[in-house]
């Protein structure tokens, strides 16, 4: 038997190789509360040297990672800054505004790269912003319970960003 590799076998195997050096470029985290299971899928980013956080301007609107925007999944129905959101799967983006930043809920998904949603949000919610003990290079989320209540936490750079949201 003859093995015959051909120029576009060689391709897929360093587009494998090339992907698998660069690191995790996805994101998950996942938490039950109340027996309902809610999870989050996000691209993430590296800083490179930048500060995207700190140069982020009031009216600037985030997809909160990269890549395919980022989704949260949930079994159970959530409660959103007094908004009840149905189970079901939304896009989560962050918008920068006078005072701080809001996580806001877009019921589009599947989006990948842009357009990035300004308008059509059916649920938003304050974060509370804080400075990390440590300088985090590559965009973290994660969710865990709060006393019943889902605690998200997005690290990147300096910054920590926290919130919590009820989930039915």
């Given amino acids: ?3 015959r590799i051909t120029s576009s076998t060689l ?5 494998c190789v090339a992907a698998c050096a660069q690191g995790p470029i996805r994101g998950t985290t996942e938490v039950s509360i109340n027996g309902k299971t809610v999870s989050i899928d996000y691209g993430r980013p590296s800083l490179k040297g930048r500060d995207m956080l700190g140069q982020a301007t009031p009216g600037t609107v985030w997809r909160l990672g990269m890549n395919k925007a980022t989704e949260i999944t949930s079994t159970g129905d959530l409660d959103v800054g007094g ?11 962050a918008k920068k505004t006078s005072t701080g930043w809001m996580l ?4 589009k998904t599947g989006i990948w790269g ?3 949603m300004t308008e059509g949000f059916v649920a938003q919610m304050p974060l509370t912003q804080a400075a990390a003990n ?17 605690q ?8 920590v960003l926290t919130g919590s949201f009820g989930v039915k």
Avoid: N, R
């Avoid at 391709?11 to 587009?15: K, P, S």
């Avoid at 806001?104 to 019921?107: D, K, L, S, V």
């Avoid at 998200?152 to 910054?159: L, Q, R, Y």
């Fill in 83 to 93: 908004t009840t959101l149905k189970a079901g799967k939304y896009t989560l983006w």
């Fill in 114 to 116: 842009m357009p990035v």
């Fill in 134 to 150: 440590a300088s985090v290079e590559q965009l973290t989320i994660t969710l865990s319970d709060g006393g019943g209540k889902a």
């Fill in 104 to 107: 806001a809920f877009h019921p």
């Fill in 1 to 3: 038997m003859k093995l």
């Fill in 11 to 15: 391709m897929i195997v360093w587009l």
């Fill in 152 to 159: 998200i936490k997005v690290e990147w750079g300096t910054a």
